[in-house]
């Protein structure tokens, strides 16, 4: 399956913005999806995951009450709505389609190719 990511930006503390993942080439209501992202220098963070069906979700401690993700199995898109941002979220999005709703990344065997959210304070 294809991912493609988009929708971040540079923001200012506080905001909003919502990422989209759009999936091509497979059936995309056979995965489980996740956001995770990346900053400079460090390791790739679980951010949320959401199952097949869209009825399971968990999002990270760090973004919980705040990062809310969902998905639409008509339009093969799987969103991540981001509000009160911080600085500490700044970081390459990433996108990623799996077989079980888990927090590793290797878990997860597709990966779009990421979307920048930069939060200035």
């Known amino acids: 399956v294809q991912l493609q990511a988009s929708g971040g930006g540079l923001v200012q503390a506080g905001g909003s913005l919502r990422l989209s993942c759009a999936a091509s080439?497979?059936?995309?209501?056979?995965?489980?999806m996740g956001w995770f992202r990346q900053a400079p220098g460090k390791e790739r963070e679980f951010v949320a995951v959401i199952s097949a069906g869209g009825g399971l979700t968990y999002h990270a401690d760090s973004v919980k009450g705040r990062f809310t993700i969902s998905r639409d199995n008509v339009k093969n898109t799987v969103y991540l709505q981001m509000t009160s941002l911080r600085p500490e979220d700044t970081a390459v999005y990433l996108c990623?389609?799996?077989?079980?709703?888990?927090?590793?990344?290797?878990?997860?065997?597709?990966w779009g190719q990421g979307t920048q959210v930069t939060v200035s304070s």
């Open positions: 990623a389609a799996g077989s079980q709703p888990r927090r590793s990344p290797d878990w997860y065997s597709y």
């Open positions: 080439g497979r059936t995309f209501s056979n995965y489980d």
